[in-house]
């Protein structure tokens, strides 16, 4: 089942705010952010886990709210570098190992100067 | 540059063609995966190997066919594609086989056309 993400598209100017939401119908374990520049691999950013911890890394931090079933990317201040397109990837328990991800369909980050 | 190395970067292929994707790591990881990516669209998870184990195969045509020869290695054999096939093909590894939560490292990916 794939996590829905919203906005599908955002454009901003050099130091404005951003928020990606992430949310799935189905209980989560954890969710993945990854950042994937045109014709590169995805990168990743970070894992919330279910428990509705907060992280963060420089300028770009992350929530999850275990009762909505969302997960939040929030990008401060952006950068230029910033721009690409953001997914939020889910995993369920399956109870056994190593599982793939599901991808949301992706947010389309343009940041401008 | 990633820390894991897939090749070929890019291969063109007949229908009628036997080609294979590679994807190697040396970071000790224990779990390794296939996704496809078409353009504009997110990656889809194909295939996932735990402790050189095939672990999940989410209903992919046996006209890919994985391969796992060792801990640090991956391979896509590829048989008889059609053209919807042609799409970027990335491998991905992460630490723990038994345990979820891992990040994952993406390859570069080998961007496939079929003609």
């Known amino acids: 089942q794939q996590p829905v993400q919203s906005p599908q598209a955002v454009i901003l100017r050099e130091g404005e705010d951003a928020v990606i939401n992430c949310s799935s119908s189905k209980a989560l374990y954890s969710v993945h952010w990854y950042r994937q520049k045109h014709g590169e691999a995805p990168v990743f950013l970070m894992i919330?886990?279910?428990?509705?911890e907060q992280k963060g890394h420089d300028k770009i931090s992350a929530s999850f709210n275990e009762k909505k079933q969302q997960s939040s990317l929030y990008l401060t201040a952006s950068q230029l570098s910033y721009s690409g397109t953001y997914f939020c990837g889910t995993e369920w328990s399956s109870g056994g190992g190593a599982d793939g991800l599901t991808f949301g369909k992706g947010t389309h980050l343009i940041i401008q100067p | 540059d990633t820390e894991v190395t897939q090749t070929p970067k890019h291969l063109v292929m007949g229908m009628t063609n036997k080609k294979s994707l590679k994807c190697e790591q040396h970071?000790?990881?224990?779990?390794m995966y296939w996704y496809k990516q078409k353009a504009k669209k997110p990656p889809e998870l194909m295939f996932v190997y735990s402790y050189e184990k095939l672990s999940i195969n989410e209903s992919v045509p046996s006209r890919f066919s994985p391969e796992c020869p060792n801990s640090s290695l991956l391979n896509l054999h590829l048989h008889a594609l059609q053209p919807e096939d042609s799409a970027l093909y990335l491998c991905?590894?992460?630490?723990?086989?038994?345990?979820?939560?891992?990040?994952?490292?993406f390859g570069d990916g080998t961007r496939l056309s079929i003609l």
């Open positions: 991905a590894s992460s630490q723990e086989g038994q345990l979820l939560n891992q990040p994952q490292h």
């Open positions: 970071m000790g990881h224990r779990a």
């Open positions: 919330l886990l279910k428990g509705g």
